[in-house]
T-cell receptor, first 113, second 112 residues
Framework: GNSVTQMEGPVTLSEEAFLTINCTYT??????LFWYVQYPGEGLQLLLK?????DKGSNKGFEATYRKETTSFHLEKGSVQVSDSAVYFC????????????FGAGTTVTVRA | DGGITQSPKYLFRKEGQNVTLSCEQN?????MYWYRQDPGQGLRLIYY???????QKGDIAEGYSVSREKKESFPLTVTSAQKNPTAFYLC???????????FGPGTRLTVT
């Protein structure tokens, strides 16, 4: 079956630091990969996505590259801000699982001023 | 503005009572989903629907029921059979299955 493994948190950083959140996956087919962000008390927002190998998704300074050879989709941001404090979820969907989203457990990121 | 609305934001119920959570979307999306989120955990799929009048069980459907009588609406009923109903419930939709999902703001249900 499909599964997503995320780097465990919590992660605490200073403003302007570099952020990496590791995500690896197991899938039976050729999945689409997503990063979602959840701010306190809110629903999830799609941050970025990639639908095939070597695609790079990017949004709001965040980037992630779909690496089929290492089954990974690590999230990076070069200079974080306090407003980036949130929970980040890696997810995948593929035909083999009827396109249902499989989520990682989430990584809590706190950025200090 | 197009989007997904969930109401109410906070809901309190006594044990043994059924409760229905509302989810409405005006995105003209075909597919809709219900997830449950517990503290420090990822999301788990309860039910999903890809077209009107059709829905499928997700990974944790026991104790829940849904209906999809209209394209824009997908209400979730938490029944008294759900052993641990206190959680944050999220509704989502996508234009078609396999496309990215868009989430509502969630309903926090507390059962005492």
């Amino acid at each position: 079956g499909n599964s997503v493994t995320q780097m465990e948190g919590p992660v605490t950083l200073s403003e302007e630091a570099f952020l990496t959140i590791n995500c690896t996956y197991t899938a039976t087919g050729y999945p689409s990969l997503f990063w979602y962000v959840q701010y306190p008390g809110e629903g999830l927002q799609l941050l970025l996505k990639a639908t095939k190998a070597d695609d790079k998704g990017s949004n709001k300074g965040f980037e992630a590259t779909y690496r089929k050879e290492t089954t990974s989709f690590h999230l990076e941001k070069g200079s974080v801000q306090v407003s980036d404090s949130a929970v980040y979820f890696c997810a995948l969907s593929d035909l083999g699982n009827d396109y249902k989203l499989s989520f990682g457990a989430g990584t809590t990121v706190t950025v200090r001023a | 503005d197009g989007g997904i609305t969930q109401s109410p934001k906070y809901l309190f119920r006594k044990e043994g009572q059924n409760v229905t959570l509302s989810c409405e979307q005006n995105l003209n999306h075909d597919a809709m989903y219900w997830y449950r989120q517990d503290p420090g955990q990822g999301l788990r799929l309860i039910y999903y629907s890809q077209i009107v009048n059709d829905f499928q069980k997700g990974d944790i459907a026991e104790g829940y029921s849904v209906s999809r009588e209209k394209k824009e609406s997908f209400p979730l009923t938490v029944t008294s059979a759900q052993k641990n109903p206190t959680a944050f419930y999220l509704c989502a939709s996508s234009s078609q299955r396999g496309y990215e999902q868009y989430f509502g703001p969630g309903t926090r249900l507390t059962v005492t």
